[in-house]
C-alpha cells in the first residue's frame, strides 16, 4: 500500500469541502473523492510531489492500525 510515512514527516492539510474542485483517488481504499468532499492531503515533507488525498476516514482510522491489536 501506498505509505506516505515511509518517506519521513508528512504534512497532513484538511480541506474544507468548498476547497475541494477536482476528483482525487484514495490509495488507501482506491475509491474517489468526489468534489465538494471533505478530506486530508498527505504531503510528505521531503518529497511534496508525492502528494496524496485521503478520505478523513481512511486517514484516521489508518493512524490506528497495528495499535489495536
Ligand atoms: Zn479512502
Do not use: S
Not at 1 to 28: H, I, S, W
Amino acid at each position: 500500500m501506498d505509505d506516505p510515512e515511509a518517506f519521513g514527516d508528512v504534512d497532513v492539510r484538511f480541506l474544507q469541502p468548498y476547497q475541494v474542485t477536482k476528483t482525487y483517488l484514495c490509495p488507501n481504499c482506491n475509491r474517489e473523492i468526489l468534489p465538494g468532499t471533505g478530506h486530508y492531503a498527505v504531503v510528505p515533507v521531503d518529497a511534496p510531489d508525492l502528494r496524496r488525498h485521503w478520505h478523513r476516514g481512511c486517514w484516521d482510522g489508518r493512524k490506528t492500525r497495528g495499535a489495536r491489536r
